[in-house]
């Protein structure tokens, strides 16, 4: 098959991320394909603009057969994966921090976190694969030399407002924060977050009142 | 207002974890209350149903106002909110297991990780917050004789399935799993998976392509 290249319409393209999130759910699953009508339901989507939206990455679908989740997925992949190294910084190594600093992404050579702050005497100055933690005044100065536009977050949520402030000060635009709590940023920067506990709780929710479908039927 | 009880349509309940989590994202953007057609482009369903769900919470909504952020949050969170003690088996710890350990959700009590496992002699024997570190071998008959039915996995990929396997024969029926890639479970076993990498680059393709409206406008 072949990727047509070109230019997406920003409607579509702010679209790809829904769909390779829940493309990928449905290869966890074990699904290898998809029609648009069944992915429609799923996230909730017009099949008609899916359907559009997959015909400008030159996939078409096949009458009764549907989409190859294989191949959307490597496309959207391509898609979402930044072609430039993009350079992060990481704030707050605590016990999270310290675990991302470790994990780091490794399976993507263009992801990398390169600078690390923290507030706590005893860990500034030390080292977590190859990166250096450094005391937290140093933080507006390092973003702003090595022009990251790109934060990681794990510092208290009682905290989260105020190192805010300074990385979007030194010129941050995009910030995956795992503090509970709402942070409030300019119009043109970025927020994605990771809120472990919902997560949890979502589950277990799911778990105790949908997993035993024998039950919801009997008790129908 | 006063909080209605009673019976929820199943199809009701299953759209609540959807629900809480853009609710919670609003919240967090600073947006103290939405009408339904809003909310319904956001979250891609029917605006019509999202009133008729809304209804069985006893939030009618008025019209020019649209609905209470806060007061939607506090009725779907004490849902989401399991009322007994939920006890968590957490598989795998390295760094990322570690962190969730310390972290073990302190501020909802009911969500405890009251067991760890891993296949690491040198971790095996110690204890993280009062949690002892146990070997792999002991993890089928803890699950079971302490009748666990959630559990955290931190495991390498490679591992997943293995684990899988284990935990879903001593009886877990949901996973949160952090290692990328898919998992074969039965069809009673939840599992919500947290893909860290996904996650950021979604942030930052969003960052890249969104961000600059201005530069989007001249272009067209």
Redesign the interface.
Known sequence: MEKKEGVIP?AT??R??LY??YL??L????VGRIKSKEFSKL???PSATIRRDFSHFGELGRSGYGYDVGYLLEVFGD????KVE?R?ALVGV???G???A??N?K??EN?NIVSAFDNNETVIGTTINDVKIQSMDKLEHVIKKEAI??A?LTVPSVNSQEVVDKVVNAGV????NFA?????VP???????????????????????????KH?MVDK
């Not at 635009?173 to 995956?176: C, G, K, N």
């Not at 509970?180 to 409030?184: S, T, V």
């Open positions: 920003n393209a702010k790809i991320p390779y999130r990928k759910m290869e966890e699953s074990g996230i909730q989507v898609i979402l994966n930044t993009k992060i605590g016990n999270l310290r675990a991302l470790q994990y992404f399976k993507n992801l536009t790109t990681i635009t995009a910030i995956l509970p709590g709402r942070i409030k119009d043109y920067v970025k927020v994605q977050y990771i809120d472990l506990t919902t997560e949890l709780q979502t589950l277990i929710y799911l778990d105790e009142n949908f997993t035993n479908a919801i």
